[in-house]
């Protein structure tokens, strides 16, 4: 009997070393993978433009509009040709129109036109335009050096980008009402 109980261990120790363990049941189907989706293709790049073709030109921003500007021209400031070249220059390249006037505290038509140009009115009409103030009184012989030759007082003249008249000019003595100096000089501001 001790033989049969050795031939019995031996099978069950034969069957035990010769068994596989259960093989794992297999996973379900997973979902088929599907193909990425291809990127969108890039479109055709642009055709480089011809070399003289005239070139795209981005659009400059709007420009605000600036304020009638008035500036007393100060004979403490320096000379009258270095701030009338100053003030041209500023305003030239601000797109103002700039205009010298040559006028007097005591002359009454340049009083009148000091008055027309403080009104709300007239200041929100005269947009982009400077007025420099010169007491011909304490500028006289500055302004004739620099061409500036007026007989009569107040005058108007049209500046350029250096400060030296452009050769347009107005003459403000015989304006004798409001009507008069509204008309004769905010035209000439305008450049009408």
């Known amino acids: 009997m001790k033989r049969l109980l050795c031939c019995v261990c031996l099978l069950v120790a034969c069957d035990v070393s010769e068994s596989q363990p259960p093989e794992a049941s297999p996973e379900p189907d997973a979902a088929p993978v599907s ?39 100060d004979p403490d400031a320096g000379p009258l040709g270095h701030q009338l070249k100053l003030h041209a220059k500023r305003a030239a390249k601000d797109g103002q129109r700039v205009v010298l006037e040559m006028g007097a505290p005591w002359c009454p038509p340049c009083k009148r036109a000091k008055k027309l140009l403080a009104e709300d009115a007239v200041k929100a009409e005269l947009e982009d335009v400077v007025v420099l103030r010169a007491n011909s009184d304490v500028w006289g012989e500055d302004l004739d050096d620099l061409g500036f ?10 500046l350029d980008g250096t400060g030296a008249p452009a050769g347009e000019s107005v003459r403000g003595d015989r304006w004798k009402s409001h009507d008069q100096v509204r008309k004769g000089l905010l035209a000439f501001l305008r450049g009408v």
Request: glycine share 0%; charged share 25%.
């Open 149 to 158: 030759n007026a007989p009569v007082i107040p005058v108007y003249y049209l």
């Open 35 to 73: 193909k990425p989706a291809e990127p969108p293709t890039d479109p055709k790049p642009e055709a480089s433009p011809e070399p003289d073709a005239p070139q795209p030109v981005d659009a400059e921003p709007e420009r605000t509009p600036k304020p009638l500007s008035i500036v007393d021209i």
